[in-house]
């Protein structure tokens, strides 16, 4: 069962505009959110993360947003440029558990 | 950028042949792992170490073995391949416990054939 779940596989954004990737969790244990960037042939870099003690984090254009009710976390990428085309991964984790669970990713395309 | 590298990068084998994959880190950090990365699958965690000769099952562990006998190395071996391993293989490495922010390396593509 998934506990990670990004369900939009790909997003196509024009440049300028605001990119919102989407990610769902099911483990109400998750305490720590992180999104990562992947660019083709090149490993996975942290972008930005969240903790459950807040609601929103922002880093330059990039901000990530935490609704624990919901369980629902957003990333938004204002304004979107071209260099941001990528996967973006979606990874949660729990207090006592060592590792990263990670969803499915999500193809941003950002067109001129 | 964190220290680590991946050998080989590119590897093409055939069914049934062991296969090794290397993961060397300068950054002295505690925590290993390796994962793979598959289409509409995501990043999977294969195995983990929180430590020398100590290690941990993932998600994915079936067919796979490990072994950390220095701090800075993190060795993944298929016994056997098979196709269903074909798959880009990265590891990670993180000074903080319970899956806080990891650094990657830039990944082993394996093909089985």
């Known amino acids: 069962d998934q506990q990670v779940k990004q369900n939009s596989p790909s997003l196509s954004v024009q440049e300028g505009r605001i990119s919102i990737l989407n990610c769902d969790y099911t483990?109400?244990?998750?305490?720590?959110f992180l999104w990562y960037k992947k660019y083709p042939a090149e490993g996975p870099t942290f972008l930005i993360s969240i903790s459950s003690i807040k609601d929103k984090n922002e880093d330059g254009r990039f901000t990530v947003f935490l609704n624990k009710s919901a369980k629902h976390l957003s990333l938004h990428i204002v304004p979107s440029q071209p260099g941001d085309s990528a996967v973006y991964f979606c990874a949660a984790s729990a207090p006592g558990q060592g590792n990263l669970i990670f969803g499915k990713g999500t193809k941003l395309s950002v067109k001129p | 950028d964190a220290g680590i590298t991946q050998s080989p990068r590119h590897k093409v084998t055939e069914t049934g042949t062991p296969v090794t994959l290397r993961c060397h880190q300068t950054?002295?950090?505690?925590?290993m792992y390796w994962y793979r990365q598959d289409p509409g699958h995501g990043l999977r965690l294969i195995h983990y170490s929180y430590g020398v000769k100590d290690t941990d099952k993932g998600e994915v562990s079936d067919g796979y073995s490990v072994s950390r006998s220095k701090t800075e190395d993190f060795l993944l071996t298929l016994e056997s391949a098979t196709s269903s391993q074909t798959s880009v293989y990265f590891c990670?490495?993180?000074?903080?416990?319970?899956?806080?922010?990891?650094?990657f390396g830039e990944g082993s593509r394996l093909t089985v054939l």
């Open positions: 990670a490495i993180s000074d903080v416990p319970e899956g806080g922010e990891l650094f």
């Open positions: 483990n109400s244990m998750f305490d720590y």
């Open positions: 950054e002295n950090h505690r925590y």
